[in-house]
């Protein structure tokens, strides 16, 4: 089973700032590596998809890096809008479908 | 813009069962693939289950939590999706969302990249 650690659990910058959010994988995972953004009461969004690719309507100021075990999604000057939990997530691509999430980064005004 | 609407929730008492549906709109959806996630209350992200395109085999893939337990279906001239939950568990209780799926290489789908609003299933005595 493959295991995402994403950090830091809770992360509190001012809108204009930069964030940096890190995804860490158990084994490697080559590219394969999603995050969404989740904002309370409603459901994910996806952001960013094989690790650097934006997902449609996605402003530019999110960007994904990374491969192997080591993965970071960049939001570049915060809007107040991007405050929000957001998740890395992979899918093993051989054998038994395994879909696993990291466990969240909560970004916070602060 | 693809639209994917849950319905079919609400409280059931432990051992109970519960179909979820989930209709889609502008979507290519019979040859799309289809996924289950869900959301226990303050909790992350779990994956439930996936069924592919009748193109890819039509089979269906579980979550080892309810393998056994749950079914996965699809109607593609209606445009529907369903989870069939038998034998639910108090830690069944959770916001369901049905997602496409996309690949991002070869077709074997691995990351969701529409959802629906989620549907609260609450098990419960």
């Known amino acids: 089973e493959i295991v995402l650690t994403q950090s830091p659990a809770t992360l509190s910058l001012s809108p204009g700032e930069r964030a940096a959010l890190s995804c860490r994988a158990s084994?490697?995972?080559?590219?394969?590596l999603a995050w969404y953004q989740q904002k309370p009461g409603q459901a994910p969004r996806l952001l960013i998809y094989a690790a650097s690719n934006r997902a449609t309507d996605i402003p530019a100021r999110f960007s994904g890096s990374g491969s192997g075990t080591e993965f970071t999604l960049t939001i570049t000057s915060l809007e107040p809008e991007d405050f929000a939990i957001y998740y890395c997530q992979h899918r093993i691509k051989w054998g038994v479908p395994e879909y696993t999430f990291g466990q969240g980064t909560t970004l916070e005004i602060k | 813009d693809v639209h994917l609407v849950e319905s079919g929730g609400g409280l059931v008492k432990p051992g109970g069962s519960l179909r979820l549906s989930c209709a889609a709109s502008e979507l290519t959806f019979a040859s799309a693939w289809m996924s289950w996630v869900r959301q226990a209350p303050g909790r992350g992200l779990e994956w439930v289950g996936h069924?592919?395109?009748?193109?890819?085999?039509?089979?269906?893939d579980y979550a080892p939590p309810v393998k056994g337990r749950f079914t996965i279906s699809r109607d593609d001239s209606k445009k529907m999706l369903y989870l069939q939950m038998n034998t639910l568990k108090t830690e069944d209780t959770a916001v369901y969302y049905c997602?496409?799926?996309?690949?991002?290489?070869?077709?074997?789908?691995?990351?969701?990249?529409?959802w629906g609003q989620g549907v609260l299933v609450t098990v419960s005595s």
């Open positions: 084994q490697s995972i080559s590219s394969y």
């Open positions: 069924i592919r395109s009748k193109t890819d085999g039509g089979s269906a």
């Open positions: 997602t496409t799926e996309s690949a991002s290489f070869g077709s074997d789908g691995d990351y969701f990249d529409h």
